[in-house]
């Protein structure tokens, strides 16, 4: 059944569904450079679907986000260990960008991740990836720490995250 969440014009904000996960793969290859295998997307959906959305527009999946929980240490409370929610990826194709889709969806993930009980939301983005600094940003997210060469061509990483409060 499909759990739809949100409606921002024509573009939808719902669950994803494991017959999503092809146009997920087409989307994350055309817009960014980091791949996953088949067996990972679908370890996600089943572990997280609260948090493993997808824009649709017309019937056509656009876009998507896609998270996971673990357990740590805390980005903000010393010596602190908590559960916390990890975003792997987000992408909106290129033709669908700057219409609040990317901020919709993170928007839901948010509350996914809540649902599951977790302190925070983390993820890594690339320094020089203006645009998604903004998002997050603007989300509430700040910026904890620079991970250096933390992606294979050498580029380093801010590590973002955000603090629930229940
Ligand atoms: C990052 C991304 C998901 C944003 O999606 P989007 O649907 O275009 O974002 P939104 O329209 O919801 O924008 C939300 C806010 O993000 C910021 N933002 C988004 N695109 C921006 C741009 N090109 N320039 C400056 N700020 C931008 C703005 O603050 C914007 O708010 P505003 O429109 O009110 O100014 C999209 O650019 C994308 O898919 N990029 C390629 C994949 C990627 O980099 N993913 C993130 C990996 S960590």
Known sequence: MQVILRQIGDCV????????????MEINMKTLPEHYSDYFYESLLAELPEAFLVAEIGGRVIGYIMCKTEYGFSNFKK???????HVVSVAILDEHRRKGIGRTLVEESLK?????????????????????????????????????SYYRDGEDAYLMTIEFTY
Do not use: T
């Not at 010596?79 to 929610?85: M, S, T």
């Not at 020089?128 to 603007?138: D, P, T």
């Open 79 to 85: 010596l602190g260990f908590v559960k916390k929610g």
């Open 13 to 24: 904000i719902r669950r994803c569904e494991a017959s999503d996960l092809i146009s997920i």
């Open 112 to 148: 996914g991740v809540q649902i599951k009980k977790c302190d925070e939301l983390y993820l890594e983005v690339r320094c020089s990836n203006n645009e998604a600094v903004r998002l997050y940003e603007k989300m509430g997210f700040i910026i904890k720490q620079r991970l250096k």
